[in-house]
């Protein structure tokens, strides 16, 4: 059986180790109890966190033994990691609602049976923890100078990094200290802006238990031109449902760029290798296809294969003109809303085709809303009963994004 860590490498999805000899002979002889940190800042895990559920689930499979760490408390203090401000402070009761949604979605990728993988919140040891007693046991074994060295501090030096985001190294490297105590867990896995952060938590084991754990990060989910990938016009790309449509979710991914698709079958679906190769090869109007298959493989890992195929034929419908937009997104109107007249602006927003009246307009202007089969550059639009097709309005903003108006 090819070792898990190889076909890691092979997909592109490690980008570095603090130890890949090591890590390599583990993953292949032994099994390892691994975790990966989600702080639960809002409720729903969205596309940023999909290399590391893939990344688990590759694991798993293996053998290996996921520990997904709910961050109630880190989250708390929040990570300065990517951010140029601090943070915004949640309570308490918003972190546990937040991570009671996170816990449903991760059963879609992990199976967490009888000694299978764990879910645990990190604040039930964090909370329960005393400053002066943890400054003596753990702060001694940091070096304030060393801390200002790491990117995530950095770049919050210039706009000034609050005292109690100085503490989030601290905290999250407890967390590998106490893992490994109680449950043997040898190896913490990140994406990669958590470097600093997974290589101070293993030498703060190293410190106190005289043991070697491991650090492993993950490829960062962006394009060609090396931006984040899983962001709209509209917002961030969310795994929930409701927050983000099994439409939308499989026509962002139908959309993406040639040179990305490849990539893509790699790190987000279970394709073999080999038919991500073959799918990656085709050119031109046939690199649609692999889209298609990105599209459908990943909306059916999160949304399940009926909504998969769902999503399937309202964009098969909608691009081809077909007639059957029965599973095509939208909303429903009252008949006699549309009677009255509802400005175009207005009715873009509802539909969930922009995010602000604002960006209509920006839309509207540059030629890019499409009433049925009319482009409508005209700020002050009213949709009325004139726009009714078979009981459907149709609004498209430019050529990838529909939404259908039922009239009842």
């Known amino acids: 059986m090819a070792n898990v860590f190889d076909m890691l490498v092979e997909r592109g999805l490690i980008q570095q180790t603090t130890?890949?000899?090591?890590?390599?002979?583990?993953?292949?002889?032994?099994?390892?109890?691994?975790?990966?940190?989600?702080?639960?800042t809002a409720d729903s895990l969205h596309v940023g966190h999909f290399l590391a559920l893939t990344i688990m689930s590759h694991l798993q499979q293996a053998g290996h033994r996921p520990i997904v760490i709910l961050g109630g408390g880190t989250a708390m203090v929040g990570d300065p990691t990517g951010k140029t401000d601090m943070r915004k402070m949640l309570t308490r009761e918003q972190i546990q609602h937040n991570a009671e949604r996170f816990k449903e979605q991760f059963s879609k990728f992990l199976d967490f049976g009888e000694g299978k993988a764990l879910m645990i919140d990190n604040y039930d040891w964090l909370g329960n923890l005393k400053y002066i007693d943890f400054l003596r046991d753990i702060g001694k074994h940091f070096s304030v100078n060393r801390m200002l060295t790491a990117e995530c501090f950095k770049s919050r030096l210039e706009k000034g990094l609050s005292f109690i985001e100085f503490n989030y190294m601290l905290m999250q490297s407890y967390d590998f200290l106490y893992l490994f105590q109680k449950y043997n867990?040898?190896?913490?896995?990140?994406?990669?802006?958590?470097?600093?952060n997974i290589i101070n938590g293993a030498d703060l084991v190293r410190r106190i238990e005289s043991k070697e754990t491991f650090g492993m990060t993950i490829t960062l989910l962006t394009t060609s031109e090396g931006k984040k990938m899983g962001k709209t016009e509209s917002g961030a790309?969310?795994?929930?449902?409701?927050?983000?449509?099994?439409?939308?979710?499989?026509?962002?991914?139908?959309?993406?760029?040639?040179?990305?698709?490849?990539?893509?079958?790699?790190?987000?679906?279970?394709?073999?290798?080999d038919e991500v190769r073959k799918l990656g090869t085709l050119k031109d109007e046939k690199?649609?296809?692999?889209?298609?298959?990105?599209?459908?493989?990943?909306?059916?890992?999160?949304?399940?294969?009926?909504?998969?195929?769902?999503?399937?034929?309202?964009?098969?419908?909608?691009?081809?003109?077909?007639?059957?937009?029965?599973?095509?997104?939208?909303?429903?109107?009252?008949?006699?809303?549309i009677a009255k007249g509802i400005p175009l602006l207005d009715l873009m927003v509802m539909a969930n085709l922009v995010p602000s009246k604002s960006e209509a307009r920006r839309v509207v202007q540059q030629g890019g809303a499409i009433v049925n089969d009319n482009a409508v550059n005209d700020i002050g639009y009213i949709v009325d009963s004139k726009d009714i097709k078979d009981g459907l309005i149709l609004l498209k903003r430019g050529k990838k994004s529909f939404s259908k108006i039922e009239v009842r």
């Open 19 to 40: 130890n890949e000899e090591e890590i390599r002979r583990l993953l292949g002889n032994e099994q390892v109890t691994f975790y990966v940190g989600f702080d639960p």
């Open 185 to 196: 867990c040898t190896l913490q896995v990140g994406g990669d802006d958590q470097w600093s």
């Open 237 to 273: 790309i969310w795994l929930d449902p409701a927050k983000t449509s099994p439409y939308e979710f499989y026509q962002y991914w139908r959309n993406v760029e040639d040179n990305d698709v490849e990539r893509c079958l790699a790190y987000l679906t279970l394709l073999p290798m």
């Open 287 to 337: 690199i649609n296809e692999a889209k298609k298959v990105l599209a459908f493989e990943l909306t059916k890992r999160v949304h399940g294969e009926d909504e998969a195929k769902k999503a399937e034929q309202a964009s098969t419908a909608l691009f081809s003109g077909a007639n059957n937009l029965s599973n095509a997104p939208g909303i429903q109107v009252p008949s006699s809303e």
